[in-house]
């Protein structure tokens, strides 16, 4: 088991690549803000590896496709500069909380070197301690949840995604040792993998907190919706 170094912080990238810039520079700025704010520890060791989310930036695709969505929804008043209410941006950072939680524990499993041009948290701070950093941001994503409307229908829809991701994970340890996929197991595979959580952030997050019936619930309102984040992974 990897015991903790604690190594000296190495310091926060001046800037992303540039299709990262292009994309993380979609999120108003609350989101970065808000998203310190949600992982606050007195914790010291919870507290670096979250500032080392934050500050390591990357293309935050998923939080941007779920303010995206929201806005093309019109999903409550805007609440910001940049026409984003407090509800979707609240959505948004769980839907970064889940992918973060996701990519702690799967550095671990693939025993990975580095995430986001850094050392891999598990390889500075022990398996321990990123092991349960990324439960407490899922802890951190259900409190945040609870303080939403349709609290309930959009914790659900949490928990399903989250299961499918880990069902996806050990299903490619399982297809690995028994050998010969199927086709149908492949999809299912990269649909767990990548494919739901961008489903959720598109689609199922915005439907759970009732934005349907503000836009519309006839067919081609739920198929403007549906299939984002699937067409890429099949």
Known sequence: ?????VPPRPAAPVASAASADSLSAGLP?????????????????IELIGEDLVAAGGKRLRPL????SAQALQVGA?????????????????????HSASLLHDDLIDDADTRRGQEAAFRRYGNVVSVMSG?????????????????????RA???VASVICEGEVLQFQVAAYGNPTPEQYSR???????????LAARRSSAAAGCLRRAGTGPAAVRARTGHGLSDSR
């Not at 088991?1 to 170094?5: D, E, F, I, T, W």
């Not at 805007?78 to 889940?98: M, N, Q, R, S």
């Open 65 to 68: 496709v779920t303010l995206l």
């Open 29 to 45: 700025p609350a989101f970065e803000q808000r998203l310190r704010e949600v992982l606050r520890s007195e914790v010291e060791f």
């Open 1 to 5: 088991m990897n015991q903790p170094s």
């Open 158 to 160: 949490f928990g399903e």
């Open 78 to 98: 805007p609440e910001d500069a940049g026409g984003h209410h407090g509800d979707a941006l609240a959505l948004a950072i769980c839907i970064e909380l889940l």
């Open 135 to 155: 439960d407490f941001m899922l802890a951190r994503l259900l409190m945040l949840l609870s303080e939403l409307p349709a609290a309930a229908r959009l914790t």
């Open 189 to 199: 595979i990269i649909y767990g993998k990548t494919a739901a959580l961008l489903e």
